[in-house]
């Protein structure tokens, strides 16, 4: 079957950096996708990558390993508005989004 | 009005009532999307159109129908709903269906509690 894990939720402090990890199962790939959802809001988009390696975007970065079926998301310099749920999905070979139950990240000050 | 709008943004209705959900795209997108969101799980995509053709029913029941009359309007009419389908109801546009680096736009959502 396909899926998409991801931590339930994650703790770190403001000013530093967070790593959150995803990681896939899908028939056939055709991108991965993070999106931030803060509470009671929609879901925003922040990056997209179908090639291996990285891609930065200010203080958030985007990593893919196709080859592990693997995916993180980079936050630097840690804000509390950056407190919020981040979701990973990746897109199968039909081009169906697989998504994760996300990741709930809690800034401290 | 920009983006993906969603109305009403906050739902209450009892079982044997008939309800609608309305949502407005404002991108110039073709395709559209209806998700139901539950507290720690993943997206489930309900339903999706392109060109307003419907090309994706994802085994949801009848008590859900959906409606697209054009490009830029999605609907939900719910009835008879059970309390298990309360929940968030986001609606999503994208460009292209889902081709590509097609990204997914949402709106805000409707909370919906059935009683």
């Known amino acids: 079957g396909q899926n998409i894990d991801q931590p339930t939720e994650m703790t770190a402090t403001e000013g530093a950096i967070v790593q959150i990890n995803c990681t896939y199962q899908?028939?056939?790939?055709?991108?991965l996708f993070w999106y931030q959802q803060h509470a009671g809001e929609a879901p925003t988009f922040l990056s997209y990558?179908?090639l291996d390696g990285l891609e930065e975007k200010g203080r958030f970065s985007s990593f893919l390993s196709r080859s592990k079926g693997y995916s993180y998301l980079l936050l630097k310099e840690l804000q509390m508005k950056d407190s919020a749920s981040y979701l990973c999905?990746?897109?199968?070979?039909?081009?169906?989004?697989?998504w994760g139950a996300g990741t709930k990240l809690i800034i401290k000050p | 009005e920009t983006g993906v709008t969603q109305t009403p943004r906050h739902l209450v209705m009892g079982m044997t009532n008939k309800k609608s959900l309305k949502c407005e795209q404002h991108?110039?997108?073709?395709?559209m999307y209806w998700y139901k969101q539950s507290a720690k799980k993943p997206l489930e995509l309900m339903f999706v159109?392109?060109?307003?053709?419907?090309?994706e029913n994802n085994s949801v029941p009848s008590r859900f129908s959906p409606e697209c009359p054009n490009s830029s309007h999605l609907f939900l009419h719910l009835h008879t709903l059970q309390p298990e389908d309360s929940a968030l109801y986001l609606c999503?546009?994208?460009?292209?269906?889902?081709?590509?680096?097609?990204?997914?736009?949402f709106g805000p959502g409707t909370r919906l509690t059935v009683l």
């Open positions: 159109y392109n060109f307003k053709e419907q090309t």
């Open positions: 991108l110039g997108h073709n395709a």
């Open positions: 899908t028939s056939g790939f055709n991108g």
């Open positions: 999503a546009s994208s460009q292209e269906g889902g081709r590509g680096a097609d990204t997914q736009y």
């Open positions: 999905a990746a897109r199968d070979s039909n081009y169906q989004l697989i």
């Open positions: 990558n179908v």
